[in-house]
């Protein structure tokens, strides 16, 4: 091999590099089914050249891939998307964007581990393809937030109504989003966060509240 001649290697572009800044990074997941928005969402919203797996498809999914409302689709992720938004100077989220057909499903277990949390994009055409999603997180213990991808034929519902066809309690963020827009993907990724941070409240309180117990006893003790 004439390695002269062969390209040179340069390495990632500046834009890509993880920001001098940044002290800490959460793993997110985007989730849903097949061709409900995720490897838009990751692209539109990433600040770094998004990976992507898509492969195209062909005749072989025919029978097997349910493209309802997908029927343009002429790609489709067969692995992972993965990307990466700054949401502060110190915090980074990388975004893995999961393959939406079921017989890919074996690959979420992998992108799962050490994810803090999750976004579940649904097509209000399709609501039956989020129950086992939905699931999935559920059983894994995983928290999520539910963002209803703006599709243009797409019927739309009360909140009340999305929720309890779903079975979701109360709460759990349901938010409208358009997976193609970079400000409204980042709105779902900021709901994200803040639900997250509201599940750390209670024990900070517990916890807060054990201590004032326990020095309000020592007090009483020192006293007698």
């Known amino acids: 091999m004439d390695f002269k001649s062969s390209d040179t290697i340069t390495g990632p572009r500046a834009e890509d590099h993880l920001p001098h800044t940044a002290t800490a990074a959460v793993k997110i997941v985007i989730v849903g089914g097949f061709g409900v928005g995720k490897t838009t969402m990751v692209g539109a919203v990433s600040e770094i050249k998004p990976l992507t797996t898509e492969e195209t498809m062909t005749q072989a999914g025919i029978g097997i891939d349910d493209n309802y409302g997908s029927e343009t689709k002429t790609a489709t992720t067969v692995a992972m998307d993965f990307g990466r938004i700054s949401i502060t100077e110190q915090l980074v989220l990388y975004l893995f964007g999961t393959p939406g057909q079921e017989r890919f499903w074996f690959l979420w277990n992998g992108l799962f581990e050490g994810a803090l949390g999750a976004v579940v994009l649904i097509d209000t055409r399709r609501l039956e393809v989020s129950f086992d999603v939905i699931g999935r997180l559920e059983e894994r213990g995983v928290p999520f937030v539910v963002a209803m991808n ?15 066809a779903l079975d979701l309690s109360e709460e759990i963020p349901i938010v409208k989003c358009d997976a193609r827009r970079r400000a409204s993907s980042r709105d779902v990724l900021m ?28 007090a009483s003790s020192s006293r007698t």
Do not use: N
Not at 150 to 160: G, K, L
Not at 200 to 216: E, K, L
């Open 150 to 164: 703006d599709f243009p034929d797409a019927p739309t519902y009360p909140m009340e109504d999305l929720r309890a």
């Open 191 to 218: 709901t994200l966060m803040r639900f997250l941070h509201s599940l750390t409240m209670p024990s900070a309180s517990a916890a807060s509240s054990a201590s004032a117990a326990s020095s309000s006893s020592s």
